[in-house]
């Protein structure tokens, strides 16, 4: 099996995923809506309301995860830091692109191993300097990094 046969096989539960949220009119926020009825029982109604509202959440974000997975990577960029403190990069018309706090990016990193990796991160900053969520430790000077065109269309 190929991550190709890997992948088809997801989007065909995704597909079936997408239906089952869209006919239970599934929010994260607000749970399963209206078309979701309760039975006879009050307590069996909440103990499978809170598994039905887990489960349903889990193929919510099965479906984020594919979708975003999906979607159309960049080119890959070399971060730099500009004058004004901000990190960020020049895109293909020469435009600078300066990266902010809670921006997702994908950097490519040396693992623990020492293999070179994406890793899919967040861009934060502590007060005094910008960083990569969960890799504090990695210089975003002359990072390669590179973004995908996240659809949202659930």
Not at 91 to 102: H, I, K, M, V
Request: net charge negative; charged share 35%.
């Amino acid at each position: 099996m190929t991550f190709k046969d890997v992948f088809g096989r997801l989007d065909a539960i995704d597909r079936e995923a997408v239906s089952l949220l869209e006919a239970a009119g599934f929010h994260s926020d607000e749970g399963p809506g209206e078309t979701v009825r309760p039975l006879r029982d009050p307590a069996e109604d909440i103990f499978l309301r809170e598994f039905t509202e887990n489960l349903l959440e889990s193929l919510e974000l099965l479906h984020e995860e594919l979708t975003y997975l999906g979607s159309p990577v960049s080119r890959e960029y070399r971060l730099e830091l500009f004058p004004d403190g901000r990190y960020g990069f020049f895109d293909r018309d020469g435009t600078a692109r300066r990266l902010s706090c809670g921006k997702v990016i994908e950097a490519k990193i040396l693992d623990r191993y020492g293999r070179e990796r994406w890793t899919r991160c967040r861009v934060e900053h502590d007060g005094s300097d910008y960083y990569l969520w969960g890799h504090m430790d990695i210089p975003l000077a002359g990072l390669t990094i590179r973004e995908r065109e996240v659809r949202h269309d659930f």
